[in-house]
């Protein structure tokens, strides 16, 4: 199957951390959430898009260049069918040339990349093609993979702090459906367009049902898997976009899956939970519950927790699927539970955020004051758990009672609804909230870092 690049789309990603969506305004018929009517262009999803850094393409020992020019020749390759893309590294592991490149163009068995201007023509060279890929899969029904690799130059915007760094970055979707993915570095400044290196389903599909569950790669096969609205979990083949395989189940997937040893996890609509063979997609089993099941699994031990819209919070077995315990909260479990290792820790609708030993005993539980869509992230700082509020709350996860004692700190960055996972890079919580704003809070110092707009130049 030949794959080419689609253009020009996005913002740019420079080193991969990731993502805060700033979008959780297009779920009908829930409690908080307005309708999607009159959406257009690429719409954030609910969950961050997925960064898979260092994917290697291809590599050989025949590679050979011509003098004066920028092309780099493989007799035996054809790079139109590994799914290269613009943007991607062209490595050279010896000779004169030693070094890594920024690939420009693809042809049949030869790359243009910027810079490599050997003096004499040099055979036999040792090489790798590597592709660093963002897939995001957008309210606008299709799945995007993304070059992660440079192709620009950086935004020329200054603020008050200095140029621009070349740091880690993030990357989130627009609330307002303007057709972007928009990237910051670690320091909070803008980076330029990134390039698409496949999109899925091909063609102008106008109709499509959104995706709102996050892409998953196992990077050992190198398949994706992204669920729909429509019911079903697409496979695909990371590099080339090929469709693997689907499965289809009742009714729509907003749960993002979870991939353990050639199995993957996740929940429907239709209020089952799943557990698919990856190489096909096969069944290995299936669990009813009595509520949808939008959140992402956790894979804890020898577990599989995950909540549900009846109120309960499940332990599956992960061998056949079999009930271990469940927990009896007061509302919905939305968002996914996290864990430190030991124990876990499961947001609620309720409210409450619930502490519970591996056997299902409730430790403690404590209300942060609004319904938690969010899923929070463990720190060695504490528990970072942000309510629908806007507040966000730090919280010792340790095990004994200590009443108010609990709460560690409690920033509140935004006055704005806050529906998207937190994500978290070192000490440091990414926090995408309903006001198209994404902010970053250091828990270790208790700072807040930067915010950035995607429509206004100021964040204030």
């Known amino acids: 199957m030949k794959t080419r690049p689609h253009g020009i789309f996005g913002f740019f990603l420079l080193t991969a951390v990731i993502a805060f969506l700033t979008s959780g305004c297009f779920f009908p018929g829930i409690p908080g959430f307005s309708g999607r009517s009159g959406d257009t262009g690429l719409k954030g999803a609910y969950n961050p898009p997925l960064v898979a850094g260092g994917l290697l393409i291809t590599k050989g020992s025949d590679g050979v260049t011509t003098p004066g020019s920028e092309a780099f020749t493989v007799p035996s390759a054809d790079f139109t069918d590994t799914g290269v893309t613009a943007g991607d590294a062209l490595v050279i592991l010896n000779g004169g040339s030693r070094g890594q490149y920024t690939i420009r163009s693809i042809s049949t068995n030869a790359l243009t990349v910027?810079?490599?201007?050997?003096?004499?023509?040099?055979?036999?060279?040792?090489?790798?093609?590597?592709?660093?890929?963002?897939?995001?899969?957008?309210?606008?029904?299709?799945?995007?993979?993304?070059?992660?690799?440079?192709?620009?130059?950086?935004?020329?915007?200054?603020?008050?702090?200095?140029?621009?760094?070349?740091?880690?970055?993030?990357?989130?979707?627009?609330?307002?459906?303007?057709?972007?993915?928009?990237?910051?570095?670690?320091?909070?400044?803008?980076?330029?367009?990134?390039?698409?290196?496949?999109?899925?389903?091909e063609g102008?599909?106008?109709?499509?049902?959104?995706?709102?569950?996050?892409?998953?790669?196992?990077?050992?096969?190198?398949t994706l898997l992204v669920g729909s609205e429509n019911g079903i979990l697409y496979a695909y083949n990371?590099?080339?976009?090929?469709?693997?395989?689907?499965?289809?189940?009742?009714?729509?997937?907003?749960?993002?899956?979870?991939?353990?040893?050639?199995?993957?996890?996740?929940?429907?609509?239709?209020?089952?939970?799943?557990?698919?063979?990856?190489?096909?997609?096969?069944?290995?089993?299936?669990?009813?519950?009595?509520?949808?099941?939008?959140?992402?699994?956790?894979?804890?031990r020898d577990q599989v927790i995950v909540g549900s819209f009846d109120r309960r919070l499940y332990s599956l077995n992960m061998r056949d699927g079999s009930l271990r315990w469940q927990v009896q909260g007061n509302s919905w479990f939305w968002a996914g539970a996290v864990t430190d290792g030991s124990n876990i820790f499961a947001p609620s609708m309720d409210g409450n955020v619930y502490a519970i030993d591996s056997g299902g005993r409730v430790l403690w539980k404590h209300q942060v004051g609004s319904s938690i869509v969010s899923t929070p992230v463990m720190l060695p700082d504490g528990l970072v758990v942000a309510g629908k509020d806007g507040n966000i709350t730090v919280l010792d996860p340790t095990t004994q009672d200590i009443g108010t004692s609990r709460v560690i700190y409690s920033p509140s960055p935004r006055d704005a609804e806050i529906a998207a996972p937190l994500f978290a890079n070192g000490s440091s919580v990414f926090v995408g909230a309903n006001d198209s704003t994404v902010t970053r809070v250091d828990i270790a110092s208790r700072k807040s870092i930067w915010c950035f707009h995607t429509e206004d130049t100021i964040c204030d």
Do not use: C
């Open 114 to 201: 910027e810079g490599l201007r050997p003096e004499a023509r040099e055979p036999g060279l040792s090489y790798e093609v590597r592709g660093r890929r963002i897939y995001f899969a957008g309210i606008d029904g299709y799945v995007y993979a993304l070059a992660e690799t440079a192709v620009s130059e950086e935004a020329g915007l200054s603020r008050e702090g200095g140029p621009s760094g070349t740091g880690d970055a993030i990357v989130f979707g627009s609330a307002q459906a303007d057709g972007f993915l928009y990237a910051a570095d670690q320091s909070g400044f803008p980076k330029q367009q990134a390039k698409i290196g496949w999109r899925r389903p």
């Open 204 to 222: 102008n599909a106008t109709d499509l049902l959104p995706l709102v569950a996050a892409p998953v790669l196992d990077r050992g096969s190198n």
């Open 238 to 300: 990371a590099v080339t976009g090929e469709e693997l395989w689907r499965k289809e189940t009742g009714d729509k997937i907003w749960s993002t899956p979870m991939v353990r040893d050639g199995v993957a996890y996740f929940g429907s609509h239709d209020k089952s939970v799943y557990a698919v063979l990856l190489d096909s997609g096969g069944d290995k089993w299936e669990f009813p519950t009595g509520g949808v099941v939008a959140a992402q699994p956790l894979l804890f």
